[in-house]
Nanobody, 123 residues
Framework: QVQLVESGGGLVQAGGSLRLSCAAS????????MGWYRQAPGKQRELVATITSGGTNYTESVKGRFTISRDNAKNTVYLQMSSLKPEDTAVYYC??????????????????WGQGTQVTVSS
């Protein structure tokens, strides 16, 4: 099986920075895309950033402030968040899709989510 474990959330003042990490564990042969969603209280989950071999994409509200990167050797994705605003407050979830991995039933293909990490930006 595959697990995604996030770290790096916390409380920061507006204008500050945080770096989120998400490591995928298991016997993994390949991951297509990795990225981050977030969900604020009372709001729908929104896609923040994605990264594939073809490049990166960001939601408009974080362009120029957030940077997504990936270490394929470690199956880890990062989200460097700068110039944080109170409206960035949310639970941040990482995901990995198109994961080809080994399980007890053979080689499988699946999508996986992390458990979420809270980011709180105070004004």
């Amino acid at each position: 099986q595959v697990q995604l474990v996030e770290s790096g959330g916390g409380l920061v003042q507006a204008g500050g920075s945080l770096r989120l990490s998400c490591a995928a564990s298991g016997i993994i042969f390949r991951i297509n895309a990795m990225g981050w969603y977030r969900q604020a209280p009372g709001k729908q989950r929104e896609l923040v950033a994605t990264i594939t071999s073809g490049g990166t994409n960001y939601t408009e509200s974080v362009k120029g402030r957030f940077t997504i990167s990936r270490d394929n050797a470690k199956n880890t994705v990062y989200l460097q968040m700068s110039s944080l605003k109170p409206e960035d407050t949310a639970v941040y979830y990482c995901y990995a899709d198109g994961v080809r991995y080994y399980s007890t039933s053979g080689v499988r293909l699946g999508d996986f989510w992390g458990q979420g990490t809270q980011v709180t930006v105070s004004s």
